[in-house]
């Protein structure tokens, strides 16, 4: 059974720093891995989407990693802003299998930047 | 071109009765997808659906819980005779075609059970 793990569980830092989420994952037969944010009440946006060919992908400030072998992704953002305030999730689709047409979420990294 | 779209945003329902949850997918998408979001748990998965057809139910409740995707109109997540447990928020999700492609999300209904 898939699991997905986010460290740190939590994180508050001082406007303007880089920063690294963590996210695992133990089977590494995966379609493609996606980031996302939640903000309090709301629904997911869709920040990137990484195939299982890929090793990484960029949009503005984010850069997302892959690295299936070891089971690992990473999310950096860069030049951190108080509106990255959100809790990001990271979510993985399985090759095949029962539910592997849905996604498996991690619990989130919940992200404080301060002003 | 418009979002997800779900309603209501909001579903107050006392235990007993029935909760219909609807969620209409982005144009051109034509797979559906359902997750329940249980307080302080991540995300879980529940169906899969594509027009007139359950693909993959393997994430629903084995009693109580019902999903559809008619030929026209949107999908509809139906829970007969809710419990308290059944307070979540409840997302729907589509996609194009292409198995591979990214999930698009909408903005979820509350669901709270008195």
């Known amino acids: 059974k898939q699991e997905v793990t986010q460290i740190p569980a939590a994180l508050s830092v001082p406007e303007g720093e880089n920063l690294v989420l963590n996210c695992s994952f133990t089977?590494?037969?995966?379609?493609?891995l996606q980031w996302f944010r939640q903000d309090p009440g709301k629904g997911l946006t869709s920040l990137l989407l990484?195939?299982?060919?890929?090793r990484e992908q960029t949009s503005g400030r984010l850069n997302a990693s892959l690295d299936k072998s070891s089971g690992r992704s990473t999310l950096y953002i860069a030049a951190s802003q108080p509106g990255d305030s959100a809790t990001y999730l990271c979510?993985?689709?399985?090759?095949?299998?029962?539910?592997?047409?849905?996604?498996?979420f991690g619990k989130g990294t919940h992200l404080i930047i301060q002003p | 071109n418009a979002g997800v779209m779900q309603n209501p945003r909001h579903l107050v329902r006392r235990r007993g009765q029935e909760a219909r949850l609807r969620c209409s997918p982005m144009?051109?998408?034509?797979?559906v997808y359902w997750y329940r979001q249980l307080p302080e748990e991540g995300l879980k998965f529940m169906v899969y659906?594509?027009?007139?057809?359950?693909?993959?139910e393997s994430g629903m409740p084995k009693e109580r819980f019902s999903a559809e995707f008619p030929k026209e109109g949107p999908s509809i997540l139906r829970i007969q005779q809710v419990v308290r447990g059944d307070s979540a928020a409840y997302f729907c999700?589509?996609?194009?075609?292409?198995?591979?492609?990214?999930?698009?999300f909408g903005p979820g209904t509350r669901l709270t059970v008195t």
């Open positions: 979510a993985v689709r399985l090759y095949s299998g029962g539910g592997a047409d849905g996604l498996t």
């Open positions: 089977d590494s037969a995966i379609y493609n």
């Open positions: 659906l594509q027009k007139e057809n359950i693909i993959d």
């Open positions: 990484i195939q299982s060919s890929q």
């Open positions: 144009k051109g998408h034509s797979h």
């Open positions: 999700a589509s996609s194009p075609f292409q198995r591979e492609d990214e999930q698009y």
